[in-house]
């Protein structure tokens, strides 16, 4: 079975490397997402998420948006991010948003 991992963050903090530095969440997380049918939509973020990360452990595509219009949550499509395989990907998000998912190759 494809699984997703979402968790949210409050915040992203960077250290004071050479260069600017590398940004990193601040744990704990406020929660992690668990979707493991697809395509399916996550549960709006939380009021506080301003980043995520999402791990799969299947090639997958995403999109974070907000309702539509009339509604309904976003649903991702092949020609969405692409995202592989058990690499952990980090996003700025808006909290009220949902992160769609969709199977790809």
């Not at 530095?21 to 997402?33: D, N, W």
């Not at 299947?58 to 999109?63: D, K, N, Y």
């Not at 309702?67 to 020609?79: D, F, K, L, R, Y």
Request: net charge negative; glycine share 6%.
């Amino acid at each position: 079975m494809a699984t997703v991992y979402v968790s949210e963050f409050a915040s992203v903090s960077q250290n004071s490397g050479a260069g600017g530095g590398v940004p990193y969440a601040r744990l704990p997380e406020i929660t992690t997402q668990v979707l493991n049918a697809w395509p399916q939509s996550s549960a709006a973020f939380n009021k506080d998420t301003q980043s995520i990360r999402v791990i799969t452990d299947t090639t997958c595509s995403i999109v974070v948006s907000p309702q539509t219009p009339s509604g309904n949550t976003p649903a991702a499509a092949v020609t969405n991010l692409r995202l592989a395989a058990d690499t952990p990907e980090y996003f700025a998000v808006s909290p009220g948003h949902y992160l769609s998912v969709v199977a790809n190759t």
